[in-house]
Structures are given as C-alpha cells and as structure tokens.
C-alpha cells in the first residue's frame, strides 16, 4: 500500500512537502514516482526515484523547483515542491513498481500500486 501526505493549500512561490508511506513490499526493490492529475487534465508524470543508487527523473515543468528523495529507514518517499505555480494545482499521486527500466519510469500504464492521492492548491 501507498499512502500519500502533504498536500494543502499555498499561495504562488511557496511551498510544500508531499510524503508517500510505502508498506506491504520490499521498499528498496521499488521505483517510486509522482504523478499529477489538474482539472480536467491527463495524468502526468512529476518525478520519479530509483532503488539503491537513487537516480532521478523530473518532468521539465518541474524541475529546479521539485526535489524527489527516499528515506529507505522509514520506507517513505518525499517530494519537495518550491516556488510553486498556479499551474501545479492537480491531485498528486504516488506510484511504485519494481519492474520499470529507465526509457518507461515516465509512463503511467507502467506503474502497478497506486496511492489514494492528495490535492494540492496554488492560488495566485
């Protein structure tokens, strides 16, 4: 099971920290991501953490603002959202795998746990 924490309301240029609580599996063997879902919009993809090593992928609207790390003692996930925008409004979502090579960690359809989200509001 995932479960997500962290989200709430800010005004533009502030931030927030998400955490995402793994159980249930091997965390270490897991790739973690986050994803984001905005009105009426697609689900995208944020940002993602490999296993041991730790290697880091971010969407392009993200990144330098949004900080993806894992604390394998505590099997949570957490991802650190600076200088937020209006834009990043959505509900964010934590998902793992432990099968995803690198080309896909982007993907939604590869992801096989999902967390229940939460919602996270910019205003202007």
């Known amino acids: 099971q995932l479960q997500a924490s962290g989200g709430g309301l800010v005004q533009a240029g502030g931030s927030l920290r998400l955490s995402c609580a793994v159980s249930?599996?091997?965390?270490?063997?897991?790739?973690i991501a986050w994803f984001r879902q905005g009105p009426a919009k697609e689900r995208e993809f944020v940002a993602a953490i490999k296993r041991a090593g730790g290697s880091t992928f971010y969407a392009d609207s993200v990144k330098g603002r949004f900080t993806i790390s894992r604390d394998n003692a505590k099997n949570t996930v957490y991802l650190q959202m600076n200088s937020l925008k209006p834009e990043d409004t959505a509900l964010y979502y934590c998902?793992?795998?432990?099968?995803?090579?690198?080309?896909?960690?982007?993907?939604?359809?590869?992801?096989?746990?999902w967390g229940q989200g939460t919602q996270v509001t910019v205003s202007s």
């Open positions: 998902a793992a795998d432990p099968g995803i090579i690198t080309s896909t960690v982007r993907q939604v359809h590869q992801y096989d746990y």
């Open positions: 249930g599996r091997a965390f270490s063997t897991l790739i």
